[in-house]
């Protein structure tokens, strides 16, 4: 008897699935900036319409976005991120301080974010919850997998 093919239960995996398309993060991007409605996304990315109209559905499917009538004009809707989208702000940080490090040559980053409450330029970094320490690859060591069968 042949073993059981198993596969490795992936979080990463689970996550590209739905958000491992280069139009999700600009619209997130867009949300995150104050963006609310169709035609306001799609004139400030150029994305085309059929593809705005798919990744929109597949982030309200999901739970990211919320699509409400707007309440000027019943013709139209507006899109907020949920507290699933919010929880996302962190990973377009990091993309954001991945490109202005390694992609912005030498004119510096094209966008500067200030931090409301120190008013300085805001240096995110990731840190462990527990004893705060700035953390890298290096810091991190894998626990345990877990697997189902295939």
């Known amino acids: 008897m042949k073993p059981i093919p198993k596969k490795r239960v992936c979080s990463v ?9 280069r139009w999700i993060f600009l619209i997130l991007r867009e949300a995150f900036f104050g963006v ?7 004139a400030n990315l150029g994305i085309a319409t ?19 009538q707007d309440p000027q ?3 139209r809707f507006r899109y907020k991120l949920t507290e699933k ?3 996302l702000y962190p ?29 300085r330029p805001l240096a995110p970094e990731m840190c462990c ?7 890298d ?11 189902e069968n295939v």
């Open 13 to 21: 995996a689970r996550s590209i699935e739905i958000l491992g398309d």
């Open 36 to 42: 609310r409605q169709y035609d306001q996304f799609q």
């Open 50 to 68: 059929n593809i705005l109209s798919h990744r929109l559905k597949l982030l309200v499917e999901n739970g990211i976005l919320e699509r409400k």
């Open 73 to 75: 004009d019943g013709r």
């Open 85 to 87: 989208g919010m929880d």
């Open 91 to 119: 990973i377009t940080l990091a993309f954001m301080k991945w490109g202005d490090r390694w992609l912005s040559g030498q004119e510096g980053p094209p966008l500067i974010l200030k931090h409301k409450s120190c008013g």
């Open 129 to 135: 919850a527990y004893c705060r320490q700035v953390i």
């Open 137 to 147: 690859a290096r810091d991190v060591a894998i626990g345990e997998y877990k697997f």
